[in-house]
């Protein structure tokens, strides 16, 4: 009965170190696909930043190449933002600069009327 316990241990390890090597081959092939999936979404990336920067005649964008464009698009992004508040924050001077003269031009008006 030992012996037949045995057997059929070490027919469940058989079948385990089989299905390891099966999830193992699924993973080295989905760790391939990644990568290629990576350098495609790279290149992509670098083509839409800066088609001249996205490598000449196949040439492998490197990372440091995505890194700084990105950061680049990030810096003029946070510039844009900055510029867009100043404009809101000028254009909210402005219309309440013109509230108020608006108001002054209509108690003029009325000053005037009641004159004649």
Sequence with gaps: QAEEELKEACARQALQLQEMGRRE??????????????ESFKTQVMQVCSP???????????????????????????QSHEREKR??????????????????????KKSLQELQ
């Design 87 to 108: 404009l809101q924050e000028e254009l909210s001077s402005r219309l309440s600069k013109e509230k108020e003269v608006s108001a002054n031009i209509e108690v003029f």
């Design 52 to 78: 001249a920067a996205a490598g000449v005649a196949g040439k492998a964008v490197t990372e440091q190449q995505v890194i700084e464009k990105v950061r680049q698009i990030s810096d003029e992004n946070q």
């Design 25 to 38: 081959r699924l993973l080295t092939a989905d760790v391939g696909r990644a990568k290629e999936q990576l």
